[in-house]
């Protein structure tokens, strides 16, 4: 895994290098799920370094969510508002590419998540680890997320 997240990393770098913020805009979840079902990720400039992060979702049932928090990829622990599966979220960079985001709950690790933006800048991959009470990785899944503008 090191070895793929640096071969990104390293092709990315001189794409990155053009544009200081290529994560900003808005990200589709790339899905089979039938409408309704729909989570939009939006990515806004966020003080002089940092980034705020909403989430907007819709379920199958038609019912609307919505969450986020504010990151100065430093690592630290934010709070997020909205989201009943977590209350923290703390994200570092560890590339101009590769993103780590830590989500906790009552100070419980929840789930790591590993976000690698393309060398276009137009495709976001995910990888979620799914944490228990004991730290132990229960499942890994995957998303794939298409930039809309």
């Not at 899905?31 to 940092?50: F, K, L, V, W």
């Not at 705020?52 to 019912?63: A, C, D, F, M």
């Not at 969510?65 to 430093?74: I, M």
């Not at 979220?89 to 929840?110: D, F, H, M, Q, W």
């Amino acid at each position: 895994m090191r070895n793929l997240l640096l071969a990104v990393s390293m092709s990315a770098a001189l794409a990155f290098a053009a544009d200081p913020t290529p994560r900003f805009g808005k990200w589709k979840l790339k899905s089979e799920a039938p409408a309704p079902q729909s989570n939009i990720m939006t990515y806004a400039p966020y003080g002089d370094h940092g980034m705020k992060i909403t989430v907007e979702s819709v379920n199958r049932q038609g019912v609307k969510s919505e969450w986020g928090y504010v990151t100065n990829f430093d690592g630290k622990d934010e709070p997020i508002t909205g989201n009943p599966g977590a209350d923290s979220g703390a994200v570092r960079e560890l590339s101009p590419a590769v993103n780590e985001i830590v989500y906790k709950k009552n100070g419980r690790v929840t789930q790591i998540l590993t976000n690698v933006l393309s060398p276009d800048h137009n495709t976001l991959g995910i990888i979620y680890m799914h944490q228990d009470a004991e730290g132990k990785t229960t499942s890994v899944t995957f998303a794939t997320y298409q930039r809309i503008e």
